[in-house]
T-cell receptor
Framework: DAGVIQSPRHEVTEMGQEVTLRCKPI?????LFWYRQTMMRGLELLIY????????DSGMPEDRFSAKMPNASFSTLKIQPSEPRDSAVYFC??????????????FGPGTRLTVL | GENVEQHPSTLSVQEGDSAVIKCTYS??????FPWYKQELGKRPQLIID?????GEKKDQRIAVTLNKTAKHFSLHITETQPEDSAVYFC????????FGDGTTLTVKP
């Protein structure tokens, strides 16, 4: 398995543009997580899905952010319009959720977003 | 909202010693507490987690303890090795996750 795949790996865009980040989780995993990391704000969990359904999106910073998971093998995080303060590394992670716990998460390599 | 404080911010230990990192949280309804490890320039890893109905959990050299009354939880690493050197983040979740600011652990050979 190739692990969690994220694209693009780097994105540079101008303020006001729409940005779409993509994630392909590990096959067979039923949970997917979107994280953001910056020096100023640290690590943040933005949203997570179980079985393609958003379970909690209270970490999404603003209405400019939206995430979808149309099927078990694909998710997108969209920012529209983008702002300089959205510059960060965005990580996607997936896991196989077990009620008993021990849910190991596998992180993708991240997308480094720069909004000018 | 939830507030998570993590201590210490830096920790240096000799190889083979134990390391303990502590986090306190404010929302007594938080029910899930994961720990992440991030080596320099690499992606995070979720290394261990605990739910509020459990007091302690172990996985080889790492363990996490939870004291719900005092609202704190701790990461314990025994027999530390140089490859344990990393930044460790704690988090508390009640729906939304709140993260600590991280602890930079250095294990000196």
């Amino acid at each position: 398995d190739a692990g969690v795949i994220q694209s693009p790996r780097h994105e540079v865009t101008e303020m006001g543009q729409e940005v779409t980040l993509r994630c392909k989780p590990i096959s067979g995993h039923n949970s997917l997580f979107w994280y953001r990391q910056t020096m100023m704000r640290g690590l943040e969990l933005l949203i997570y899905f179980n079985n393609n359904v958003p379970i909690d999106d209270s970490g999404m910073p603003e209405d400019r952010f939206s995430a979808k998971m149309p099927n078990a093998s694909f998710s997108t995080l969209k920012i529209q319009p983008s702002e300089p303060r959205d510059s960060a590394v965005y990580f996607c992670a997936s896991s196989f959720y077990r009620l008993a716990g021990g849910n190991e998460q596998f992180f993708g390599p991240g997308t480094r977003l720069t909004v000018l | 909202g939830e507030n998570v404080e993590q201590h210490p911010s830096t920790l240096s230990v000799q190889e083979g010693d134990s390391a303990v990192i502590k986090c306190t949280y404010s929302d007594s309804a938080s029910n899930y507490f994961p720990w992440y490890k991030q080596e320099l320039g690499k992606r995070p890893q979720l290394i261990i987690d605990i739910r509020s109905n459990v007091g302690e959990k172990k996985d080889q050299r790492i363990a996490v303890t939870l004291n719900k009354t005092a609202k704190h939880f701790s990461l314990h690493i025994t027999e530390t090795q140089p490859e344990d050197s990393a930044v460790y983040f704690c988090a508390a979740r009640r729906g939304k996750s709140t993260f600590g600011d991280g602890t930079t652990l250095t294990v000196k050979p």
